[in-house]
């Protein structure tokens, strides 16, 4: 690695949020080549990485030849052993960024509980056939929002990965107006694109962490307040 710069690292995170979007293996290896070239450490965030759908398979970056060399990439418990606020993940990769990262943290921080990262081992290590019963879970809900807003006449593309749904706002309505707009008539809660910066705007996030019940509730609510359903009765 070069010396600490400014520009010494190029983050990544497929599948993606707030998008859902994801990445093929092509895509890494120009990442992993921009980064050997341009003397750059690629860190990937691959959280999302055992969340997908329809036969896709997200792939890690250190699959790419020689990407050890100048990539890390992190891992976390959060989503796919559903241990959101137990703050536990992992980092794997290029032995010289890691034990950078280890003098940072010991610094900073004092470690994990050690029963979180007991348990931790333990959902590793363990069977994992409830993550193949998660996905199913997650892509169920995908299909009723996509099909939701599909009906209402925003055609929304079914994400790959990740646990939410990048919707397009009716035309000449902002993110943050609508959002607000279905918080005010309908009372579902939809986080405004721009919260992610920028270049949001113009969308907003659907996520697929309630259950089926009242994600279909709040599906029944938008498809009447965009003209497309059963009206909301109070």
């Known amino acids: 690695m070069g010396s600490c710069r400014t520009s010494s690292l ?3 995170g497929y599948p993606s949020n707030p998008t859902g979007a994801v990445a093929d293996l092509a895509f890494f290896e120009e990442a992993v080549a921009v ?3 341009q003397d750059l450490l690629l860190c990937h965030d691959a959280a999302y990485s055992e969340i997908t759908f329809d036969g896709y398979v997200a792939p890690s970056v250190l699959q790419v030849p020689g990407a050890k060399d100048v990539a890390v990439e992190f891992g976390s418990l959060s989503k796919t052993y559903n241990m959101t606020g137990w703050r536990l993940g992992y980092v794997v990769g290029s032995p010289e960024a890691i034990e950078a990262l280890g003098r940072l943290k010991t610094n900073l921080d004092s470690g994990i509980f050690d029963a979180v ?6 959902a590793l290590t363990g069977p994992q056939d409830h993550v193949v019963t998660m996905r199913e879970v997650y ?6 929002v996509v099909s939701a ?5 925003i055609p929304v593309k079914a994400p790959l990965g990740s646990i939410y749904v990048w919707v397009p706002v009716p035309a000449g309505q902002t993110s943050q107006g609508f959002a607000e ?3 005010d008539r309908v009372g579902v809660v939809v986080a405004p694109g721009t919260g992610y910066g920028a270049h949001g705007e113009g969308f907003v996030r659907v996520s697929l962490t309630v259950a089926d019940d009242r994600l279909a509730e709040a599906m029944r609510r938008i498809r009447a307040v965009l003209g497309a359903g059963d009206p909301v009765r109070a």
């Open 139 to 144: 892509r169920r809900r995908r299909d009723t």
């Open 10 to 12: 190029l983050w990544l």
């Open 35 to 37: 980064a050997r070239r």
């Open 117 to 122: 990262q007991r348990a931790g081992v333990a």
């Open 149 to 153: 807003f599909d009906d209402a006449g």
């Open 181 to 183: 707009e279905l918080l």
